[in-house]
């Protein structure tokens, strides 16, 4: 089975968004617009100054690692609720020694350029092969 994380967007001014069992209610005027199940999300946006969230599923996002951003009416971004990060501090700690090493930054260049070539080769195959498709109908 594929599981695909979406990006909630709330735009709807006045809206207050709350957690109800494993889902998220978004709420306008007493009357709820939409109901979402709280693991096919992977981030949700609030735009506008009339958005509000509830405590209890600020905590929920948090410990889910579901970003809860909130932006200006215009999609400025204004800030961010997010849970604990978690990495490995040696990798980061030895990729930016790395940046001070030449061969190490011409090494990650040529994968980054070999990458780039791959996936342009793959999309020109692609377009191919629809572009073919399309004149077969």
């Not at 780039?116 to 629809?130: C, E, G």
Request: net charge positive; charged share 25%.
């Amino acid at each position: 089975m594929t599981v695909y994380f979406n990006t909630l967007y709330v735009a709807q001014p006045e809206s207050y968004l709350a957690k109800d069992h494993e889902t998220v209610l978004v709420k306008n005027n007493g009357s709820t617009l939409l109901q979402v199940p709280i693991h096919h999300l992977s981030s949700i946006v609030c735009f506008g100054n009339t958005i509000g969230v509830s405590p209890e599923l600020m905590r929920t996002c948090m410990e889910a690692q579901i970003e809860i951003s909130f932006m200006s009416e215009n999609g400025r971004f204004l800030g961010r609720v997010e849970g604990i990060k978690t990495g490995n501090i040696l990798l980061r700690k030895a990729q930016f020694q790395g940046t001070e090493n030449k061969d190490f930054c011409l090494e990650i260049g040529k994968r980054f350029i070999q990458g780039k070539i791959a996936n342009s080769r793959t999309l020109l195959q692609r377009f191919s092969r629809d572009s073919n498709d399309e004149k077969k109908s």
